[in-house]
């Protein structure tokens, strides 16, 4: 017995349907958004106060405060060190400084390095077809170790393209000669550091990277850190003022991020690319940097150290013009990219950082690892520190003596209330404690046990 067939009107209505959910689908694709890019651009030493975006009266930083329209500042962005190279490690690895191993200020003969077992967010990029570019200062290795194949250089750790120097650039920003191109020396070049890393990044993302690729791209600039010299059209600004050659030196570095910013619209890619500014550290007041009002500076992990200008944007992912007082730190750049990509973190190993997802919409984040910070410099100092919600306690380096601060309600750091509140401070003490157990247990210890508590060798001229 044949079966009716269905009627010419129930035939058409069906192929609506189903044409209407081709297009759905289709359409939904299309709003999904591609794989994005990422680029992080990171200054040097450069304070929290030490820009217009952030309050500076006088320092005109016009790409920042473009940037900031365009994505979201960050009130309370963290590096995890107070000195640069372990900063930079714990970005790469999404791990505190000590636990990764660069746990100090890597110059002179020192054996401490990024090490090759380290999982790093560019190696783990490539994995999955990005091609990856680091331009200007690395300094996760000590000198004798530079573009020495027997340690692990850059393009070890991820990247296809490298642009670099060992750390500041020699003898100062103007006509530096210490760049190294993929292995090749390159000599003095004309012009002024921050330009000339943002030309070699712009000339990576215009000439040599494959456009059918995704992109991760380091842009990390030595300005302002000493020796400084600055390009006399930005220091004329501010012409008279007895911290002119400073205050140009920032609108030095603000220029050459306006032109990866411009770089990246000239390609194409800016819609669908994340990229994030930052600073390694906090400033050098004798070279006048600022921390607007913050106590401490470089070195130290009080939150003139400790907290930086923090900037992001990802046009279509984050709402233009946002202000997010959520504490963040440089370990969620690892964790927040591998969550945009869905690679799963590593499970071998711990990961201190936590994605930024949720902070994009509006929602806080669950930390399992508090905020932590270890800054080795010298015996004694305001060098440990450890924040759960508002509070946060400082310690010295050896452990023994605490202060405790309410950080929302004094962000200055000017009331001590370990005396007042001996059992909130107990309570803290005791947190730091478990944490750098836990890290000492998983971190490189031989390369720290016999001189955490010395001074720094070399210190004196590249700090």
């Not at 009716?4 to 192929?15: C, E, I, Q, V």
């Not at 220029?255 to 906090?282: C, I, K, P, R």
């Not at 508090?370 to 924040?387: E, K, M, N």
């Not at 023994?400 to 909130?424: A, G, R």
Request: proline share 7%; hydrophobic share 35%; with cysteine.
């Amino acid at each position: 017995m044949n079966k009716p067939k269905p009627s010419r009107g129930f035939r058409l209505a069906l192929y609506a349907l189903v044409v209407l959910a081709w297009a759905s689908l289709s359409f939904a694709d299309e709003k999904k958004p591609l794989r994005p890019n990422f680029v992080v651009f990171l200054a040097d030493d450069m304070g929290w106060g030490d820009s217009g975006t952030y309050g500076h009266p006088l320092i005109k930083t016009t790409n920042l405060d473009k940037l900031a329209s365009q994505g979201v500042k960050f009130t309370q962005c963290y590096s995890a060190a107070g000195v640069c190279s372990p900063s930079r490690s714990a970005i790469l690895t999404g791990r505190t400084p000590y636990r990764n191993g660069v746990w100090r200020h890597l110059s002179g003969n020192h054996e401490a390095h990024l090490r090759a077992s380290e999982i790093t967010y560019p190696k783990l990029l490539k994995g999955i077809g990005y091609e990856t570019c680091h331009v200007g200062k690395w300094h996760l290795n000590s000198l004798p170790q530079f573009n020495v194949p027997e340690f692990p250089q850059p393009k070890d750790h991820g990247y296809d393209y490298v642009f670099y120097t060992h750390n500041n650039a020699s003898p100062s920003h103007e006509k530096p000669d210490n760049f190294v191109r993929n292995g090749e020396p390159v000599g003095e070049t004309d012009g002024y550091s921050a330009q000339i890393v943002a030309e070699e990044a712009s000339h990576w993302l215009e000439e040599v990277r494959d456009p059918e690729k995704p992109f991760a791209l380091s842009v990390w600039i030595h300005e302002p850190h000493s020796p400084i010299a600055t390009d006399p059209k930005f220091q004329e600004l501010y012409d008279g003022h007895e911290n002119a050659k400073y205050m140009g030196n920032i609108t030095q570095l603000d220029h050459a991020l306006g032109q990866v910013m411009e770089a990246l619209e000239e390609t194409g890619t800016a819609e669908n690319t994340l990229l994030f500014f930052s600073s390694d550290n906090g400033p050098v007041a004798r070279f006048g940097g600022t921390t607007g009002g913050l106590r401490g500076g470089k070195r130290s992990s009080h939150e003139g150290g400790i907290r930086v200008p923090g900037v992001m944007r990802w046009p279509g992912q984050i709402e233009a013009g946002t202000i997010s007082d959520t504490p963040v730190i440089g370990t969620d750049i690892f964790t927040t990219i591998l969550d945009i990509v869905d690679i799963p973190l590593p499970e071998n190993r711990t990961i201190d950082g936590v994605s930024l997802l949720p902070v994009f919409d509006g929602k806080p984040v669950e930390r399992q690892v508090p905020l932590f910070w270890r800054t080795h410099v010298s015996q004694g100092g305001d060098r440990v520190a450890l924040r759960i919600g508002d509070w946060k306690i400082v310690g010295n380096d050896v452990l023994t003596e605490f202060q405790l601060y309410e950080i929302q309600k004094d962000w200055k750091e000017e009331n001590d209330l370990s005396e007042e509140m001996p059992e909130k401070t107990e309570e803290l003490k005791q947190k730091l404690f478990e944490v750098w157990k836990q890290i000492e247990e998983e971190g490189p210890k031989e390369w720290w046990l016999n001189e955490r508590q010395k001074p720094s060798r070399g210190a004196t001229l590249n700090y």
